[in-house]
Every structure is written in structure tokens, then in C-alpha cells.
């Protein structure tokens, strides 16, 4: 069984910073990826970012040059630094882990419960 564990939400300020973290857990077989999610109230999930097990890094255009993405492999920890916080940010942050199946034949997905952010003065 695998579990994702997050944590760093909270309530910024816009402008403000805040970091995620995202603990991975249970028998993962090789890791192909992890990454960030998020849901705003009314909307669908959408991808945030993004990090290879090579560290090739992907981000929506709407994060680019504010939030960072890294990862720490020997903890299968994933970061995510939220940087120039904006009330759009706000949204139910979920972590992702992408793995391939010990069969090597497919790729099985993991979620994190999420962790609430908002950005309000």
C-alpha cells in the first residue's frame, strides 16, 4: 500500500510564500514521476507541476517563474515552493506519484489527500 502524505497549506497573504511537501510512502516499485495538482471551488484538477525521476520539470503557464518544483529521491519527497502567492492560487493542492508496475506493462497513479491553500488579505 502506498501513501502520500502532504503538508505546508495554509492561509498567505497575496505576494506571499508558502512550501508544500509531499511524503511518499509503502512498496513503490520505480517512481516515474511526481507532482502537483489543484482544484479551485467550481473547477476541474488541473496539473500545477511536475518532476522526472530524471528531473526534467514541467509547469502550468499560469505558475511559470513563481512556484518551483524539486524533489528529494532517497526520501521520495516532492516539493513544491509557491513563490509571489496570488488570490488565484487558491485551490485544494493534491500531490501525485506516477510509478511503474512491477510487470513493467503499465503505470499505476497515487494521490495525496490535498492540502488547502489560500491566498487572501
Known amino acids: 500500500q502506498v501513501q502520500l502524505v502532504e503538508s505546508g497549506g495554509g492561509l498567505v497573504q497575496p505576494g506571499g510564500s508558502l512550501r508544500l511537501s509531499c511524503a511518499a510512502s509503502?512498496?513503490?516499485?520505480?517512481?516515474?514521476?511526481m507532482g502537483w495538482y489543484r482544484q479551485a471551488p467550481g473547477k476541474g484538477r488541473e496539473l500545477v507541476a511536475v518532476?522526472?525521476?530524471?528531473?526534467?520539470?514541467n509547469y502550468a503557464d499560469s505558475v511559470k517563474g513563481r512556484f518551483t518544483i524539486s524533489r528529494e529521491n532517497a526520501k521520495n519527497t516532492v516539493y513544491l515552493q509557491m513563490n509571489s502567492l496570488k488570490p488565484e492560487d487558491t485551490a485544494i493542492y493534491y500531490c501525485?506519484?506516477?510509478?511503474?508496475?512491477?510487470?513493467?506493462?503499465?503505470?499505476?497513479?497515487?494521490w495525496g489527500q490535498g492540502t488547502q491553500v489560500t491566498v487572501s488579505s
Open positions: 501525485n506519484l506516477k510509478a511503474a508496475h512491477y510487470t513493467g506493462h503499465y503505470y499505476v497513479y497515487y
Open positions: 509503502g512498496s513503490i516499485f520505480s517512481i516515474n514521476s
Open positions: 518532476i522526472t525521476s530524471g528531473e526534467s520539470t
